[in-house]
C-alpha cells in the first residue's frame, strides 16, 4: 500500500469513529513471548515516538536542501509527503505539533502547485488543509482536484469525510462516496466506502439533523482528531 493509499485510509478509521454512533471497533494485536500486553503498548509508543524524531531530522534536512533548489518540484512533492505522515505520526506522539506538520505540508504541495497541476496532489493538499484546520482551502482543492479528474478515488473518499465531519452534510458526503464506490477496483476499498456509507446512513436514520444543517451531537462535527 503506498503512502498516499496509508493516508485516506487512516483517515477512512478515524471517521469511521466519529461519524457511526451505533458501534466501535478494535485493533488487535499478538503479543509473544513473556512480553505483557502493558509492555507491548509502551515498546510500541517508544518506537513510535522514535520514529517521528527521525522523520524530525529528515525533515530538517530536506527543507535545507529545499531552500537551494526551490523549483526542485520532485523534492517538494517529498518534503509535503513527508510532513504530512510526520503529521500522521505527530497525532500519536507529539499532538501539539500535529497542525504546525500538516500546514507545512500544504506549503510545499502549494510550491508543487505552481506549476505543476496534479490532482493527486490537490488531494494531498486539500486533506492536509482539512486535518490543519484550514477548512476553506481544504474544501476548495477538493473540488478543483475533482473537478480535473472526477473518478479520484482519494479525493471522492476525503471529500466526502469533509462534507460529514465539517459540513456535517452526511447526504453530501453519502453522494460522494457512493461515487467512490463506484471506480473502487478492490474489494479492501469496496468494503471500506460501503462501511462507510452504512454507517453514515444509520447516523442519519438515528440523527435527521445530520442533513447539512446544526446538529447537536458534536462527535459528527468533529474533525478527524484528520
Do not use: C
Amino acid at each position: 500500500m503506498n503512502k498516499k493509499t496509508q493516508r485516506v485510509y487512516a483517515i477512512i478509521l478515524t471517521v469511521l469513529i466519529s461519524i457511526a454512533m451505533i458501534g466501535s471497533g478494535f485493533l488487535g494485536y499478538f503479543v509473544s513471548g513473556s512480553n505483557s500486553p502493558a509492555d507491548s503498548a509502551s515498546n510500541k509508543a517508544a518506537t513510535a515516538t522514535a520514529e517521528y524524531q527521525a522523520k524530525k531530522v529528515r525533515i530538517e534536512a530536506m527543507v535545507k536542501q529545499a531552500k537551494l533548489d526551490p523549483g526542485n518540484i520532485a523534492l517538494q512533492t517529498a518534503l509535503g509527503n513527508e510532513y504530512y505522515d510526520a503529521g500522521v505520526a505527530a497525532e500519536q506522539v507529539a499532538p501539539t505539533e500535529t497542525a504546525e506538520n500538516y500546514k507545512h505540508a500544504v506549503e510545499a504541495y502549494q510550491n508543487v502547485l505552481k506549476t505543476n497541476k496534479d490532482p493527486n496532489i490537490m488531494v494531498d493538499l486539500a486533506t492536509a488543509a482539512f486535518k490543519s484546520g484550514d477548512n476553506d482551502l481544504a474544501e476548495k482543492s477538493f473540488k478543483e482536484a475533482l473537478a480535473l479528474k472526477p473518478d479520484h478515488l482519494n479525493g471522492l473518499v476525503n471529500y466526502g469525510i469533509f462534507l460529514a465531519n465539517v459540513k456535517n452534510d452526511l447526504p453530501g458526503a453519502i453522494l460522494q462516496w457512493e461515487k467512490a464506490q463506484s471506480f473502487a477496483t478492490s474489494n479492501t476499498e469496496k468494503d471500506d466506502i460501503k462501511a462507510l456509507i452504512n454507517q453514515a446512513q444509520t447516523a442519519l436514520k438515528t440523527t435527521p439533523a445530520a442533513n447539512g444543517s446544526s446538529n447537536p451531537n458534536p462527535a459528527l462535527n468533529n474533525p478527524t482528531g484528520k
